[in-house]
């Protein structure tokens, strides 16, 4: 990407969960769509870590951004994705049958 295209780049997904990330880069390496991870490098940087936020708080989270004409098929292909997944130690309670 040149530096003229970083100055189109478009927010289209945040996050700050390391389980959705993988997931984001995944659909849109597999839609070939260039992308930029900002903040993804420097979430461990300070000693604050991610503990109860899923992001560094100092940082924020990480923002997927593409090129503008990209932009709404990525949103596109984003939309089902949970920004807040469920843990993964949760499960899901059952309610009795009567």
Not at 3 to 10: P, Q, T, W
Not at 83 to 90: D, V
């Amino acid at each position: 990407m040149s530096a003229e295209d970083k100055e189109k780049l478009v927010t289209v997904f945040t996050t700050g969960h390391e389980g959705v990330v993988v997931l984001v880069k995944s659909i849109l390496d597999e839609a070939k769509i260039e992308f930029i991870a900002k903040g993804e490098g420097i979430q461990d940087l300070f000693g604050v870590g991610v503990i109860g936020t899923g992001f560094n708080v100092i940082t924020g989270p990480i923002e997927f951004q593409v090129l503008e004409d990209n932009a709404d098929y990525a949103r596109e292909l984003l939309k089902d994705v949970s920004e807040n997944p469920p843990e993964e130690n949760s499960t899901e309670e059952e309610s009795p049958e009567k």
